[in-house]
């Protein structure tokens, strides 16, 4: 059974930071590119970042490049995300996803990123 658990969201102010992790089991995790979404009150969920399996390749959405660094450790099933200067723009639920063949499919269940003063 494929589980994906999110951790790390918290409450920050605007220009903090946050380390938020993905922790994947029942695959082999090291086979998979694997992306962070997120979903804003009000707001269609959009795609944050994205890695490959071996960690080589990167992308970003453009409102998070340079603030935002996506990483992995295979070794321990766990993906992360560093966000830093946090604006509350970036408010939202953070997924941690699996890609298959292209396709985001499975969906961990969220955690809640609030940057208020």
């Known amino acids: 059974q494929v589980r994906l658990v999110e951790s790390g969201g918290d409450l920050v102010q605007p220009g903090g930071s946050l380390r938020l992790s993905c922790v994947g089991s029942g695959f082999t995790f090291s086979n998979y590119a694997m992306s962070w979404y997120r979903q804003a009150p009000g707001k269609e969920r959009e795609l944050v970042a994205r890695?490959?399996?071996?960690?080589?390749?990167?992308n970003y959405a453009d409102s998070v490049k340079g603030r935002f660094t996506i990483s992995r450790d295979n070794a321990k099933n766990t993906m992360y995300l560093q966000m830093n200067n946090l604006k509350p723009e970036d408010t939202g639920v953070y997924y941690c996803v699996r890609r298959i063949l292209g396709n985001d499919r499975d969906w961990g269940q969220g955690t809640q990123v609030t940057v208020s003063s």
């Open positions: 890695i490959s399996n071996n960690n080589k390749n990167t």
